[in-house]
């Protein structure tokens, strides 16, 4: 019932339901942040690392491509501009989760950890090496510079996706204004009225064309 009611918010305001999907998309990599752990082997940490960026992301693309696809065309839009403004949508709910990614820090600090050890979150996650071979000083300052690395990228990366997406929306929003296209309200609302009369009887449907008719007279042709 939650997925039909989200598909339906889409469809209607793709840019609403981008903005929710994405809260969404906030909640579930704070609950996958807090199990994660550091396989702290440096074949495990890129794979563990690379599997925890793209799933997700090819995941949340595929979610908002079937809640978008097939969906109402605009009458100012041609198919295929119906069909790349879907697509932009797929891809920015990828690049939002990419963003959630590189903002975490962690997972690219556990990726760049290149030594064995035990992971640990004292004052911040990271991989303790094991015995003298590595200095645990030089591990946790390099961890330190691969969170800061890692949070930098994210907010580029989310500066760039306000960019792009208010870019978009007022681009839109001057050509509807300007091809006098009617608001997703109205238009679902006219749905709804033909629906209901080709709902009613043959009868009602008389009646109603007759009252209508009368009340367009003009009173001084009575």
């Not at 693309?61 to 119906?82: C, D, I, K, M």
């Not at 997972?107 to 200095?135: F, H, M, R």
Request: aromatic content about 14%; hydrophobic content about 40%; proline content about 6%.
């Amino acid at each position: 019932m939650s997925f039909y009611f989200f598909r339906r918010i889409v469809r209607k305001s793709p840019l609403e339901g981008f903005i929710m999907f994405s809260f969404i998309l906030t909640a579930i990599e704070k609950l996958l942040d807090r199990d994660f752990v550091c396989p702290c082997e440096p074949s495990r940490n890129i794979w563990s690392c690379v599997c925890y960026a793209l799933v997700p992301a090819a995941a949340s693309s595929a979610f908002t491509f079937y809640a978008l696809w097939p969906g109402p065309r605009r009458q100012n839009r041609t198919e295929s501009v119906e069909k790349l403004t879907r697509i932009i949508y797929c891809v920015g709910s990828a690049f939002v989760w990419l963003v959630l990614f590189f903002l975490d820090g962690r997972y690219i600090a556990c990726a760049s950890s290149q030594w064995e050890g035990i992971y640990s979150e004292d004052l911040v996650p990271w991989c303790k090496p094991l015995g003298n071979a590595t200095s645990p000083e030089w591990c946790q300052k390099r961890t330190r510079k691969m969170f800061f690395i890692s949070e930098m990228v994210g907010f580029a990366l989310l500066l760039l996706v306000v960019c792009l997406l208010g870019f978009y929306s007022l681009k839109n929003w001057d050509r509807d204004m300007t091809d006098g296209t009617p608001h997703p309200d109205q238009i679902e609302m006219q749905d709804l009225m033909q629906y209901h009369l080709r709902s009613l009887p043959v009868s009602q449907l008389l009646t109603l064309d007759h009252a209508s008719s009368t009340d367009h007279n003009d009173p001084k042709d009575q």
